[in-house]
């Protein structure tokens, strides 16, 4: 468990947290907090709607750049970028959506995105946060001075936009390109055993329950039984969900893949292997999952997901703390 020790970026969220909660009012200070043990602790979701937690929509510029630099110390810089373009997103969705007369469409806005701490940053024991939207799910838990980085979701619709002055434009278009470099990069012999269904679900598989389960995640081709350049495909893929997250945290992920056996992640695809068509993929190791689903509105609609097997809402270190704790 060492590795996920990262005192440096432990204390910057808790700094953030902090600057974050005393630039609140206190009517918005009780939105935006709930104990630890909260008992929707584990509840989250990708899809519309409003979430628990203090909107960006309710807190004024000064709040709102507070709220930000929390949300920069848990991503890397690329991911940051990648966060505020999904944010962004909900502004073209909703002019989209206008347009075509669809009902709903003042749903849509980029300032709909939840920001809440679980327990106290300045304290002693474990503490978390996240930030909640549309497509867009940032969870962190805080266990002294360790971090974990999961559930992550990261999603974009529409994911190529069809008209409009942003016309052509893709949001986060690196998770379906890497995945295409590496199924194009396969034999003859191997897509059979990648290609598991050729119609691919209108959804990731682990969709958004509070623990994923693996067992329902079809496997495919092993690290193992690849070529030397089909191997490093997979790691770059790999890396472009692990390094989502702050640099110390994500090479503590990474390192643990790493320690738990390369050999043993295997690539999956399912549908059409042609752009523009329905298709997902799932990448599984021993200590991650990770999914990418487009099939919604033609093709056009993409959901992506990393869960940690180990520590999904800090889960081995809050058990490490506890067992610690009370010998």
């Known amino acids: ?7 440096r970026a432990a204390r910057r969220m808790t700094a953030a947290a902090t600057a974050f909660l005393a630039a609140l009012e206190p009517h918005q200070r009780t939105a935006a907090t709930a104990p630890f043990d909260t008992a929707d602790h584990r509840e989250w979701t990708y899809l519309p709607g409003s979430r628990p937690g203090l909107a960006l929509l309710d807190m004024d510029q000064h709040q709102r750049e507070r709220a930000m630099e929390l949300l920069d110390t848990g991503l890397s810089e690329r991911s940051a970028a990648e966060a505020r373009a999904i944010m962004e997103l909900e502004t073209i969705l909703r002019e989209l959506e206008r347009a075509a007369g669809r009902s709903g469409w003042e749903r849509r806005h980029r300032d709909h995105f939840w920001f809440r701490i679980l327990g106290d940053p300045a304290g002693t024991a474990p503490w978390a946060w996240r930030v909640n939207g549309h497509h867009l799910a940032v969870h962190l838990t805080v266990v002294g001075d360790a971090v974990a980085a999961t559930p992550q979701f990261f999603g974009a619709n529409p994911a190529v936009v069809p008209s409009g002055p942003h016309a052509g434009h893709r949001t986060n278009p690196a998770y379906e390109d890497l ?53 490093e495909l997979l790691k770059r893929l790999v890396r472009r969900y692990l390094d989502r997250v702050t640099p110390d945290v994500a090479q503590a992920a990474w390192l643990e893949a790493v320690d ?26 021993p200590t991650f999952l990770l999914e990418y689903d ?29 067992a610690a704790h009370h010998s």
């Open 179 to 231: 995945a295409r470099d590496l199924l194009a990069a396969l034999t003859p012999d191997q897509r059979p055993i990648v290609i598991s269904d050729p119609v691919a679900s209108d959804d990731i598989l682990t969709r958004h329950d509070p623990v994923a389960d693996v067992g329902r995640v079809p496997r495919g081709l092993a690290y193992a039984d690849m070529t030397e350049p089909q191997r």
């Open 260 to 285: 738990a056996g390369l050999e043993r992640v295997t690539f999956s695809w399912a549908g059409s292997d042609e752009r523009g068509r329905g298709h997902y993929y799932a990448v599984v190791g």
């Open 294 to 322: 487009n099939v919604q509105n033609n093709a056009n609609h993409v959901h992506t997901v990393w869960r940690d097997l180990r520590h999904d809402w800090g889960e081995d270190l809050l058990a490490a703390h506890y």
């Open 1 to 7: 468990m060492s590795g996920f020790h990262q005192p």
